[in-house]
């Protein structure tokens, strides 16, 4: 079970490099997105975060990173419920499970409850070419090791 501090206030983050993403063999690196600095202070606090990243059943052309019933504390910033290919944003916990989402097509975030938003904090800029083939591997050969790690 994940668990993690209370949020701390900041007006301004640090200086902070760009995220690489791994899975199975694609590399990805994705930026941070400033309009979400709370979301993006606790993601930093997470990292490196290895997991399995397995295919949405709601959403669409999307694949997730399920975190069970932590909350974030974050609140909403930067919400979508529409993330474009490459963009990564997360539910912060509430009325579904944690869980950060990456889109590789179209996205209409959504779990067995109904629409949801989440924050997104972070946009892949190079490797964008390998997300439909993530998505395959993800669909037909199922959940894929995944590593997010700042640079």
């Known amino acids: 079970m994940w668990s993690l501090p209370p ?3 900041s007006a301004i983050l640090p200086a902070m490099g ?3 993403i791994l899975v ?3 590399h990805f690196t994705a930026r941070w997105e ?10 930093r606090d997470m990292l490196p975060l290895r997991n399995k990243l397995i295919h949405c059943r709601w959403s669409g052309e999307g694949c997730w990173i399920p975190f069970g019933d932590i909350d974030l504390g974050t609140g909403w910033e930067n919400h979508t419920s529409h993330p474009a290919p490459g963009e990564l944003i997360v539910y912060p916990g509430g009325f579904s499970e944690c869980e950060i989402l990456l889109a590789y097509g179209g996205v209409a975030f959504s779990s067995k409850l109904g629409q949801l938003a989440g924050n997104h904090f972070a946009t892949i800029v190079d490797g964008r070419e390998q997300l439909p083939e993530m998505g395959r591997r993800v669909l037909w050969q199922g959940a894929q090791d995944i590593t997010i790690e700042g640079q």
């Open 24 to 26: 199975g063999d694609l």
């Open 34 to 43: 400033s309009q979400a600095p709370r979301t993006i202070e606790r993601i």
């Open 18 to 20: 760009d995220l690489r």
């Open 7 to 9: 949020p701390t206030p």
